[in-house]
Protein backbone atom coordinates (compact mmCIF):
# COMPACT_ATOMS: atom_id res chain seq x y z
CA UNK A 1 0.00 0.00 0.00
CA UNK A 2 1.16 3.46 -1.03
CA UNK A 3 -0.01 6.61 1.15
CA UNK A 4 -1.06 9.77 -1.06
CA UNK A 5 -1.85 13.26 -0.57
CA UNK A 6 -2.80 16.00 -3.41
CA UNK A 7 -2.45 19.25 -2.50
CA UNK A 8 -2.33 22.51 -4.86
CA UNK A 9 -5.87 23.02 -5.66
CA UNK A 10 -7.74 26.39 -5.64
CA UNK A 11 -9.43 28.95 -7.67
CA UNK A 12 -8.67 30.25 -10.68
CA UNK A 13 -10.33 32.50 -14.27
CA UNK A 14 -10.39 30.64 -16.84
CA UNK A 15 -7.68 30.62 -18.86
CA UNK A 16 -5.45 30.50 -16.13
CA UNK A 17 -3.13 27.82 -14.49
CA UNK A 18 -2.29 25.63 -11.22
CA UNK A 19 -0.16 23.40 -10.34
CA UNK A 20 -1.00 20.14 -8.34
CA UNK A 21 1.10 17.57 -6.63
CA UNK A 22 0.71 14.13 -4.84
CA UNK A 23 3.17 13.23 -2.63
CA UNK A 24 3.54 9.36 -2.04
CA UNK A 25 4.88 7.78 0.93
CA UNK A 26 7.49 5.34 -0.68
CA UNK A 27 9.60 5.22 -3.75
CA UNK A 28 7.38 4.66 -6.91
CA UNK A 29 9.56 4.94 -10.28
CA UNK A 30 9.56 1.56 -11.19
CA UNK A 31 6.94 0.29 -8.80
CA UNK A 32 4.08 2.08 -9.47
CA UNK A 33 2.53 3.49 -12.17
CA UNK A 34 0.09 6.54 -11.48
CA UNK A 35 -2.46 8.43 -12.31
CA UNK A 36 -4.43 11.82 -11.97
CA UNK A 37 -8.79 11.36 -12.05
CA UNK A 38 -11.11 13.91 -11.00
CA UNK A 39 -14.82 14.46 -10.78
CA UNK A 40 -17.36 17.23 -11.33
CA UNK A 41 -20.73 17.01 -9.43
CA UNK A 42 -22.95 14.26 -10.59
CA UNK A 43 -20.50 13.37 -13.17
CA UNK A 44 -18.73 10.13 -13.20
CA UNK A 45 -14.96 9.55 -12.17
CA UNK A 46 -12.80 10.66 -15.30
CA UNK A 47 -9.17 9.77 -15.58
CA UNK A 48 -6.95 12.49 -16.99
CA UNK A 49 -3.73 11.62 -17.37
CA UNK A 50 -1.36 8.83 -16.49
CA UNK A 51 1.86 7.71 -16.38
CA UNK A 52 3.54 4.50 -16.52
CA UNK A 53 5.87 3.08 -13.72
CA UNK A 54 9.20 3.37 -15.71
CA UNK A 55 7.94 6.98 -16.42
CA UNK A 56 8.64 6.53 -20.18
CA UNK A 57 4.89 6.53 -21.28
CA UNK A 58 1.96 9.01 -20.47
CA UNK A 59 -1.21 8.94 -21.71
CA UNK A 60 -4.24 12.01 -21.28
CA UNK A 61 -8.01 11.94 -21.45
CA UNK A 62 -9.08 14.02 -24.85
CA UNK A 63 -10.65 16.96 -22.60
CA UNK A 64 -6.88 17.68 -21.58
CA UNK A 65 -4.56 16.85 -24.22
CA UNK A 66 -2.17 19.75 -24.79
CA UNK A 67 -3.17 21.49 -21.94
CA UNK A 68 -2.56 19.24 -19.01
CA UNK A 69 1.08 17.43 -18.26
CA UNK A 70 2.05 14.73 -15.41
CA UNK A 71 5.49 14.32 -14.41
CA UNK A 72 7.02 12.38 -11.49
CA UNK A 73 9.56 14.17 -9.36
CA UNK A 74 11.64 10.82 -8.18
CA UNK A 75 13.87 12.25 -5.84
CA UNK A 76 10.68 13.27 -3.86
CA UNK A 77 7.91 10.55 -4.51
CA UNK A 78 6.11 13.76 -5.86
CA UNK A 79 3.37 13.41 -8.60
CA UNK A 80 2.44 16.31 -10.28
CA UNK A 81 0.02 17.74 -12.74
CA UNK A 82 0.61 20.94 -14.32
CA UNK A 83 -2.49 22.26 -15.25
CA UNK A 84 -2.69 25.20 -18.64
CA UNK A 85 -5.59 27.01 -20.22
CA UNK A 86 -7.78 26.13 -17.71
CA UNK A 87 -11.97 26.22 -18.77
CA UNK A 88 -14.66 26.44 -16.29
CA UNK A 89 -15.15 22.52 -17.20
CA UNK A 90 -12.11 21.39 -15.73
CA UNK A 91 -13.99 22.52 -12.31
CA UNK A 92 -13.58 18.82 -10.13
CA UNK A 93 -12.20 17.61 -7.24
CA UNK A 94 -9.10 15.69 -8.69
CA UNK A 95 -7.52 12.58 -6.96
CA UNK A 96 -4.16 11.12 -7.32
CA UNK A 97 -3.74 7.14 -7.88
CA UNK A 98 -1.06 4.38 -7.85
CA UNK A 99 -1.42 1.10 -8.78
CA UNK A 100 1.59 -1.78 -8.46
CA UNK A 101 0.21 -3.78 -11.21
CA UNK A 102 -0.58 -1.65 -14.46
CA UNK A 103 -2.18 -2.52 -18.01
CA UNK A 104 -0.81 -0.51 -19.98
CA UNK A 105 -2.41 1.47 -23.11
CA UNK A 106 -4.67 4.70 -22.56
CA UNK A 107 -8.18 2.58 -21.92
CA UNK A 108 -7.01 1.03 -18.85
CA UNK A 109 -4.28 3.30 -17.27
CA UNK A 110 -7.30 5.68 -17.88
CA UNK A 111 -9.65 3.76 -15.82
CA UNK A 112 -9.92 3.88 -12.34
CA UNK A 113 -10.25 0.11 -11.88
CA UNK A 114 -6.35 -0.36 -12.45
CA UNK A 115 -5.81 1.84 -9.24
CA UNK A 116 -5.99 0.57 -5.60
CA UNK A 117 -4.32 3.42 -3.93
CA UNK A 118 -5.99 7.12 -3.71
CA UNK A 119 -5.63 10.63 -2.22
CA UNK A 120 -8.23 12.44 -0.72
CA UNK A 121 -8.67 14.63 -3.46
CA UNK A 122 -8.03 18.34 -4.04
CA UNK A 123 -10.72 21.03 -4.99
CA UNK A 124 -9.82 22.99 -8.49
CA UNK A 125 -12.42 25.65 -9.34
CA UNK A 126 -12.32 27.33 -12.44
CA UNK A 127 -14.92 30.63 -13.08
CA UNK A 128 -15.59 32.75 -16.11
Known amino acids: QVQLVESGGGSVQAGGSLRLSCAASVYTKSRYCMAWFRQAPEKEREGVAALSSGGSM ?6 V ?53 WGQGTQVTVSS
Open 58 to 63: TYYSDS
Open 65 to 117: KGRFTISRDNTKNTLSLQMNSLKPEDTAVYYCAAASRCTPGSASMLRGSQYNN
